[in-house]
Each structure stands twice: as C-alpha cells, then as structure tokens.
C-alpha cells in the first residue's frame, strides 16, 4: 500500500525566501510528527498533530517555523524567511492513533538548502 | 526521557549475526523500547519493539534484560542492505505526544 509521501524531495532557497513542504501520511492515520535532521545527526522532533489538532509545537526552533493539518490528513510546514542554520532534511511520520506501542511510518524527507 | 547509550558504530560480516546493544539505566516502568533504523537517504523504518517480554519478528529479535535496564537488538543474519544506523529509543506510556527521541544511534557496517 501507499507509504507516506512527501514533497518536493528537494528544495534549494536563497536565504530571506520562505517555503513549504507538504507531507501525506498514510490514509486514516490519525497522528502526524514532523522531525527535522541535520547532517551527521539523529531526528529531532519539531512537532505533533492529533487529527487536526497541533498537541505539541514545543521542538519548532522559531516562529518563522510554522505547521498545519487543516482537516487532518495532509499537513504543511512552512518555513519564513529562511536561514542557513534550516538547511536540514525534513521528515514527516504518521501512525494509526497515539500510543507508545504504535510504529511511525516516516516518508523519505526533503532536503532543505538554503544558499 | 530516560536516555539510551549505544556504541557509535559496529561491523558485521555479511551473513553472520549481530547484536547491537542499548542501555538505559534510568528507563522507567512505563517506558516501551523500540528500535528504528534508518538506511543511506532514507526516512528511519521501525524495526521491533517490547516493553519485558523478549519479541521476536520478521526482521529482528529483541532482547530485553530482566532488570530492563539494558536490550540487544539481533539481526539473525546480517545482508549489506542491513547496513543502516539503528537507534533504540524509550517511548513514555505516559507522554501523550508520544514523539520519537532520537540519539546518536549506531551505525552499522556490514562487510561482504
């Protein structure tokens, strides 16, 4: 079946230039993260939806960084007035309800560039 | 979060078995271990996870220790697409978000 998907796959901005990623979970998938990676290192939570809900917003660095899930199933972060320090792959992960014993299912990220 | 230690990196011989280890001293009694792993340009793929109980499935093993404190993760016969960095990771019963926190992980090299 379909995984998560996300696009672009990559994306180059020049600093000042605000973009948006988008992200499709899995269908019916009630819980969605955004994780941002930098190079070398591990995922870092950014933030949580539950349905249309953002539960926890508490990872975004700043309030350039910006998300939303306006019905639940796809969801867009936005990123305004790009920096250097954002240049990061992307990754959104969906799971079928909230849980500790519930697997993410992460997409494949963008990769963020910002020149 | 209680944390989790693991060696930055191992090698395997292809075809052989390998055991990757985690600690986590401070791991609470509602904190789930699970293991993720994430190929070369790829998003992390869950692997296996239990909570006492030894588990097993069609990718790994997961042993847990009976104080819990420390897992091993064991690839029964390691292929070159095993080669990823894997991370063990506690996940509270009790936060309601239920993010992921990801370490450092251990990368692992498999040799033909």
């Known amino acids: 079946g379909a995984g998560v998907s996300q696009s672009p796959r990559y994306k180059v901005a020049k600093r000042g230039q605000d973009v948006a990623l988008r992200c499709d979970p899995i269908s019916g998938h009630v819980s969605l993260f955004w994780y941002q990676q930098a190079l070398g290192q591990g995922p870092e939570f950014l933030t949580y939806f539950q349905n249309e809900a953002q539960l926890d917003k508490s990872g975004l660095p700043s309030d350039r960084f910006f998300a939303e899930r306006p019905e639940g199933s796809v969801s867009t972060l936005k990123i305004q007035r790009t920096q250097q320090e954002d240049s990061a792959v992307y990754l959104c992960?969906?799971?079928?309800?909230?849980?500790?014993?519930?697997?993410?299912?992460f997409g494949p990220g963008t990769r963020l560039t910002v020149t | 979060d209680a944390k989790t230690t693991q060696p930055n990196s191992m090698e395997s011989n292809e075809e052989e078995p390998v055991h990757l280890p985690c600690n986590h001293s401070?791991?609470?009694?509602?904190?789930?271990i699970h293991w993720y792993r994430q190929l070369p340009s790829q998003g992390p793929e869950y692997v296996i996870h239990g909570l006492t109980s030894n588990v097993n499935n069609r990718m790994a093993s997961l042993a847990i220790a009976e104080d819990r404190k420390s897992s091993t993760l064991i690839l029964h016969r390691a292929t070159l697409r095993d080669a990823a960095v894997y991370y063990c990771i506690l996940r509270d019963l009790n936060n309601a978000g239920n993010m992921l926190t990801f370490g450092g992980g251990t990368r692992l090299m498999v040799k033909p």
């Open positions: 401070t791991i609470s009694g509602t904190d789930y």
């Open positions: 992960a969906s799971s079928v309800r909230q849980g500790p014993s519930y697997e993410q299912y």
